[in-house]
């Protein structure tokens, strides 16, 4: 429970499924939400997409301050400039490994910072942002990345998940997403946690004081660390088991109820501005 009056100084949104339904863009009144957080807070992304996949949504959002996180929290950039501050790579080979002894027929991604990505064979078209160059299973662990992405063709959230229990990865953090057969691994100990504490550290907020948004399993650790975390309304129930509060879903605008609950005014579904129903 907030105490009356608090408002946060940080806010850390997901995107895909928080800020943006699908395929579509931010709706009209959750990039007015957005806009109206951003005068009196701090706003920022905290998300699994790559560089080059989050350029899409900060030019949606027109976010030209502060910083992006990227990779789960692996990487940190600048927003205004999109300069890459930090990465975290981990040498992605012991991880493959386990993976494929699991899902010997998955097919890989690793992360090429700002450029794309190297594929061990095809992925769906759409799916990676940037540049993709299929260069086959063997030279996915040439060198260390930022993070490392697995697809099981033709299967369902749920069977890769139950194909991952108890799997075992020492050296890196694992996420599950509960919309694609997809894996996501990142070195131990990252994750958007991990980065947002970072960056609250340097902008000397505490985590009572910042407000996480969510849906997915990468958002758990997020969400569970900030002083207030919200889940989406249609996050799978592990997800909303370790929010503060559950909003309603990203196809009925939750994160702008969220957020006008502590910003004055909002804009409805037309872009017209109001008044929010529980402040003078």
């Known amino acids: ?21 699908a395929a579509s863009p931010p709706t009209l009144r959750v990039l007015a939400a957005i806009d109206l957080a951003a005068r009196g807070a701090e706003v920022m992304l905290c998300t699994g997409r790559t560089v ?22 692996a990487v940190e ?11 975290i790579h981990f040498e992605v080979g012991d991880a493959l490994s386990r993976l494929r002894e699991r899902f010997p027929d998955a097919r890989f991604a690793c992360e090429h910072v700002g450029v794309g990505q190297r594929v061990s064979a095809p992925f769906p078209d759409g799916v990676l942002a940037g540049r ?6 063997d030279r996915l662990t040439a060198e260390p990345s930022p993070k490392l992405t697995m697809y099981w063709p033709g299967r369902t959230p749920a069977e890769t998940r139950l194909r991952a229990a108890g799997l075992d990865l020492p050296d890196a953090t694992v996420t599950l997403d509960h919309e694609m057969s997809w894996v996501t691994v990142v070195a131990a100990g ?45 996050a799978p129930d592990t997800v909303r088991a370790d929010a503060d509060e559950v909003t309603a ?26 008044r929010s129903p529980d402040r003078p």
Do not use: C, Y
């Open 132 to 137: 993709v160059t299929e260069v086959g299973i």
């Open 77 to 87: 950039l600048d927003t205004a400039t999109r300069e890459v501050r930090t990465v």
């Open 1 to 21: 429970m907030r105490p009356n009056g608090w408002r946060p100084r940080l806010v850390a949104l997901d995107i895909d499924g928080t800020v943006v339904h």
């Open 249 to 274: 879903p990203v196809s009925d605008d939750g994160l702008a109820d969220t957020l006008d609950r502590w910003f004055a005014t909002t804009v409805d579904r037309t872009g017209r501005t109001v």
């Open 190 to 234: 990252v994750s958007k946690a991990s980065g947002l504490a970072r960056v609250s550290r340097r902008l000397g907020i505490d985590a009572a004081d910042v407000l996480a948004v969510g849906d997915g399993d990468n958002d758990r650790e997020m969400l569970r660390w900030a002083g207030h975390g919200v889940a989406m309304g249609q």
């Open 52 to 73: 080059v996949g989050v350029a899409t949504a900060l030019d949606q959002l027109a976010m030209t301050r502060g910083t992006t996180l990227a990779s789960n929290g």
